[in-house]
């Protein structure tokens, strides 16, 4: 199993500006994901972040508004640019275990954009 | 692409009662099937997986779904509810020999009445 650290756990931010999420594991792993939660949503996918090369971004996500790293194989950051209130949604970093699609996932990070 | 199909966005039922979820996927083959449990303020948890082998899946917290080829199902069911049972649960599901990354479903709100 793996233990996911994420930080900040929820913030309340001003349109126009950007915030930083940090995800920490506590194990090595290959696959990092980050997905948004939309209010009363489901899980969709923004990115597979990849150590030491570009993230892989899904359909409808840029890397100017959700610039990525993955500088090791521990730690990612996924930086929510330029806010306006409909980014307000729950941001969860995961990771990948074994070659099942299994998750884990950190405790999420709620941004709130005024 | 894969799909998957959580039918009821809330289900509510007393405290003692049988807990039914329902997840439909559309793959005609196969697929790794898994539930995840979000309680509240919460990232997600592994309840339990279908990979291979026995069709009936056992699960944490009392929790069991069975694995039905013929009608493409994976419900999720505990016999007797309690009240911190009261979650989000999703369905997800990931292709056998692809990218491994999951589809989840749009989750099932679980109300538990006293």
């Known amino acids: 199993s793996a233990v996911i650290s994420q930080k900040p756990s929820r913030d309340i931010c001003q349109r126009g500006t950007s915030l930083t999420i940090q995800c920490q594991v506590d194990?090595?792993?290959?696959?990092m994901f980050w997905y948004r939660q939309q209010p009363g949503q489901s899980l969709t996918l923004i990115a597979t972040a990849n150590q030491g090369s570009e993230a892989t971004y899904e359909s409808g996500f840029v890397i100017d508004k959700f610039p990525i790293s993955r500088p090791n194989l521990t730690f990612s950051t996924l930086t929510v640019s330029n806010m306006s209130p409909e980014d307000s949604s729950i941001y969860l970093c995961?990771?990948?275990?074994?070659?099942?699609?299994?998750?884990?996932f950190g405790e999420g990070s709620r941004l709130t954009v005024l | 692409a894969q799909s998957v199909t959580q039918l009821g966005s809330h289900v509510s039922v007393s405290e003692g009662a049988l807990v039914l979820l329902r997840c439909n996927y559309s793959?005609?083959?196969?697929?790794?099937l898994f539930w995840y449990v979000q309680y509240p303020n919460q990232g997600l948890q592994l309840l339990l997986k279908?990979?291979?082998?026995?069709?009936l899946v056992k699960g944490i917290n009392g929790f069991e779904a069975e694995f039905k080829k013929s009608e493409t199902s994976f419900h999720l069911t505990k016999p007797s509810a309690h009240m911190s049972d009261a979650a989000e649960y999703f369905c997800?599901?990931?292709?056998?020999?692809?990218?491994?990354?999951?589809?989840f479903g749009r989750g099932t709100s679980l109300i538990v009445h006293p």
């Open positions: 995961s990771v990948g275990w074994g070659n099942t699609g299994e998750l884990f």
């Open positions: 997800a599901v990931s292709d056998r020999g692809g990218s491994y990354i999951p589809t």
């Open positions: 279908y990979t291979t082998g026995a069709t």
């Open positions: 793959s005609s083959v196969p697929p790794y």
């Open positions: 194990s090595q792993v290959t696959m």
